[in-house]
């Protein structure tokens, strides 16, 4: 199943750049890790050769802001220059309209604003029957439906439990159920916005070793197909574990 990741956390400028740009072309198939330098003041482009960003997900602390270029399918970085740390790397992750995923290692520097240019290499052809992979993708969707609903399929144990999970300053992360299906676990859990600010997340948060899908209950998605949550409002998280990667 894709791990969508969806926009989050990004201030958004109030002008697109017209400086000229220093060109790094980074080569990646889906899932590298890509490190490049960017400037610390000037604005920089990141596009995605032959192909459209859909997604940016960046740093939740205001270091950054991203100016999305929905015409051309492309982003515009800024490092804010007023935080103590602006050098620090941090990690920017991309989905583009193919469902492909980037993680960007990007390094501040006192250099002038970069363009990168992701080149996307050659899929090696499937030499494997995809029909295995879409087998449990179908299967992973029927669980979380089935959890969303309420059914418990025939070969599912379900327990009710009500334990609070650490998460982030300001949200009660409760798990208060688990569907056991042999060889996935099936997880719900109420995430409260308990501060008094608007959280904005992604899914993608969520991803850690052994997860294999997240879904938010969608009432909470807005129209970039990211999570906002009020003050005081709460909303459902539905996360799918292979089992023995707990």
């Not at 193919?98 to 990168?116: C, M, N, V």
Request: net charge positive.
């Amino acid at each position: 199943m894709s791990r969508v990741l969806r926009l989050l956390a990004a201030m958004i400028l109030t002008a697109a750049p017209t400086s000229a740009f220093a060109i790094q072309i980074l080569d990646a198939a889906d899932s590298d890790s890509l490190v490049a330098r960017i400037s610390d003041h000037d604005p920089n482009r990141i596009r995605i050769a032959g192909g459209f960003i859909t997604m940016a997900v960046g740093p939740r602390s205001g270091r950054i802001a991203i100016e999305t270029d929905d015409k051309r399918g492309q982003i515009f970085v800024r490092v804010n220059e007023n935080v103590p740390d602006k050098h620090k790397a941090f990690t920017l992750f991309l989905t583009d309209a193919e469902g492909r995923d980037y993680t960007l290692l990007l390094k501040p520097a006192r250099i002038s604003g970069q363009s990168l240019v992701i080149r996307p290499r050659r899929q090696r052809p499937q030499v494997s029957n995809p029909a295995g992979v879409e087998k449990r993708e179908a299967r992973i969707k029927r669980l979380v439906r089935a959890m969303a609903l309420g059914d418990v399929p025939r070969h599912c144990e379900i327990s009710e439990t009500d334990k609070r999970v650490p998460l982030w300053k300001g949200t009660n992360f409760h798990l208060n159920r688990v569907m056991r299906c042999g060889d996935f676990n099936v997880e719900r859990y109420r995430l409260a916005n308990s501060g008094d600010k608007v959280i904005r997340m992604a899914e993608q948060e969520l991803y850690s070793n052994g997860v294999a899908a997240v879904s938010v209950e969608r009432m909470h998605l807005n129209a970039e197909g990211a999570v906002s949550i009020p003050p005081g409002n709460a909303t459902m998280v539905i996360i799918v574990r292979e089992v023995g990667h707990e």
